[in-house]
Every structure is written in C-alpha cells, then in structure tokens.
C-alpha cells in the first residue's frame, strides 16, 4: 500500500492510499494539512488500510466470533531530522507498537502502550528533546445473529515535548501517540448511527469501507457529532483512530502537550427501525414501538394501563404532527402520519397526570432510505 497527500479546495490535504493487492484506491480528507514532516503519519494512516486487507486475506487468525474479526492497536513514537545536514536527529528511546485481537462478544478489550524517548542533534550535543507519549485504546464490538450490532471505541492518548532550544534548535521533530481499531464484519440493510464525542486539539479519522465504496464517517472536528450511514447488507470494515501530534515548538524548556481522549459509538438500526430503548419517566404509559412503519409513514404508539392516571396525553414526533388524546385509556393507539421517510426522527410523548404531573418519554428512529 502506497500513499501521499492529495490537495484540494481550501487548503485541505486528502490522503490517497493506494492498495496494490486489491487494486483500488481510497482518498480520505485529513486536517490540519500534513507538512513535509509528517510522511511518517501519512504511512501510518495508510496502514490502518493495508493491516484490515491483510486480516480480510488472511481469513480469522484469532478466536473471534462467526462472520467477525479485527484488532486493537496502540502506538507510540518520536523522531526527527536536522535542518542543518538531513540527517536523522539522534534518538535514545525508540518507537513502540502493541496489538490486541478483538473478538464480537461484547467483551471489552484494552491496549497500552508508552515511552520516552529523546531526541539529540547531530551538530549540537546540548540542542535536544525529551518526550513522554502514550496510547491507549479500549474497543468492544457486539454481534446477534451473525451480524454486527453495535460498537464501542476510546482513544486514550498524551504526548508531551520540552525542548532545549525551541524553534531555534536544529532537530525539527514530531511525536505522537495512537490508539487505534479496525474490524470486518456482516452487516444487514440498514443505517448505522455514529457519535464521536472529541475535545478538540486531537486527530482522529473514522472510515468505513463496505461492497459499494468507502465513506468518511468522521474526520477532526471537536464536539459531540452524531452521523447517520446508509448500509447494504454484506461486509464492511470500520477503521477508528485516535491520535495526539506534538511538534517542535516556539519556546524553549516549557512543557508541548496534544492530550485527551475521543469517543466512539456505533449502532445499527434497521431501515425505520429505533437506535435504543425508550427513555423518560413516562415508559410506563406510554409504549413508544420499536420502529417506525416505513411503508405507511407512520409511527403508532400504544397506551398502557397507568394512562387513566392521565388527563392528558400528546404524542409527536420531532415536536411537530401533535396528536391529542383527551381521555387516555389502556390499549389505546395513538398514531402519528406523515413521517419523512429520508429523515431520523424523535418520537416524544408528553403526559399529563391528573394531579397536574408532567412526565415524558421518547425514542430515537432512523430514516427509511437514503
């Protein structure tokens, strides 16, 4: 697998990976832009891409569930150049990986791995950095019926400088801290909802690659993010990373610090069908169903015995399309129409009690087609 950065509008980079195996190519956007510097990253992008194709060939080579396979891996490491003579900077220290199988039972899985090295020109004994860096990942992947049905991934990373001579020293260097997941796996027709939850200041990429093409599901922004994709039934792999990039800074002896951890969270869905139980105090009388009816654009919600403790109860969807019922009995249906169907929705049911109590319940829904 090869690779390079690709510039488009804006002053973007894109990293083109191009695997020769498979005899295809995938560009993803990455920000900030990479510098001369930083082919080591681009590299090592890319090698999410080459060790999913690798597993994908090589068949399960660990104990992992039916229909599903991938690892956990974290990473570490520290090095530069010296704008003098070229030369690599002189390093005590070194670069480390460790890797984990990740099954899909639902089992928790977690890798660690640190060090610290020091980086020390080859013109200037006394020009020098020293690093700490650390990653940690923590993945677990649940499967049902031999297909996948949800995931879970924390990117655990720091990388900490502090340089002798700042900007004026001659070891132009870069340090980071990965932590990282990839797996393949059957998924049916459906959508799947991503949130990644980042602080900020950190790298991260999450991409998926299935039988019509790859998709970009998440690439850098801070925040909590929330992304729905459209999936054809068949095998796709999921490829998360996590890392935190320390450069050569301004300053001299202040401490350089990338640290923070980025979150994860993959549900699948079927077409119209909830990402999740209903939530809210009032479960208990109002049923929320547990998807919505595609082919009649509706969403039809049942009342339970509690609701004659009700005077009032109003279902809606997305705070529009209120339906009223005045007088609530057990076993009655309240139906909502005119559902979009290329859009998630939110059913809410609001009751009021008779003593004049609010209580509320809701439910999350995916589209019905793209």
């Not at 992008?45 to 396979?69: D, K, N, Q």
């Not at 956990?72 to 030369?87: I, K, P, Q």
């Not at 009995?329 to 009690?353: E, S």
Request: aromatic content about 4%; charged content about 20%; glycine content about 12%.
């Amino acid at each position: 697998m090869s690779s390079g950065p690709v510039p488009l509008t804006g002053g973007d980079v894109a990293l083109r990976c191009t695997d020769s195996g498979a005899r295809r190519a995938y560009t993803l956007p990455m920000s900030p832009p990479l510098g001369t510097r930083a082919r080591a990253r681009v590299a090592a992008v890319c090698a999410i891409g080459l060790l999913g194709s690798a597993l994908s060939a090589a068949g399960p080579a660990t104990s992992t569930a039916a229909g599903t396979e991938g690892f956990l891996f974290a990473d570490v490491l520290a090095r530069g150049d010296a704008d003098s003579t070229g030369e690599p900077c002189e390093s005590v220290g070194g670069s480390f990986s460790e890797t984990e199988p990740l099954t899909a039972d639902g089992t928790s899985v977690s890798v660690l791995n640190s060090a610290e090295v020091t980086l020390t020109s080859p013109t200037d004994p006394s020009d020098s950095a020293d690093f700490v860096v650390r990653g940690k990942g923590t993945a677990a992947v649940k499967q049902s019926a031999g297909a996948v049905r949800s995931f879970w991934f924390l990117g655990d990373v720091s990388t900490t400088s502090t340089s002798t001579k700042g900007a004026a020293g001659d070891c132009d260097y870069q340090a980071l801290s990965r932590a990282a997941t990839s797996f393949t796996g059957q998924y049916r027709r459906g959508f799947l909802r991503l949130t990644v939850d980042s602080p900020g200041g950190l790298f991260y990429l999450a991409t998926m690659r299935g039988p019509t093409g790859d998709v970009l599901l998440g690439n850098n922004p801070a925040g909590l993010l929330t992304y729905d994709v459209h999936l054809d039934p068949g095998e796709h792999r999921v490829d998360l990373q996590v890392e935190a990039v320390v450069r050569r800074p301004e300053g001299a002896g202040s401490p350089t610090r990338a640290v923070g951890t980025v979150e994860f969270v993959g549900t699948y869905a079927r077409l119209g069908g909830s990402l999740g139980k209903a939530t809210g105090n009032g479960r208990s009388t109002v049923k929320l169903p547990g998807a919505r009816s595609c082919s009649a654009a509706t969403l039809t919600t049942k009342l339970k015995r509690k609701a004659r403790r009700a005077r009032q109860v109003v279902v809606q969807v997305d705070g529009k399309r209120p339906v009223t019922v005045k007088r609530p009995q057990k076993g009655k249906k309240v139906v909502v129409r005119r559902l979009p169907a290329t859009q998630a929705v939110t059913a809410r049911a609001i009751i009021t009690r008779k003593n004049g109590k609010v209580l509320t319940t809701s439910r999350d829904y995916v589209a019905c087609r793209e």
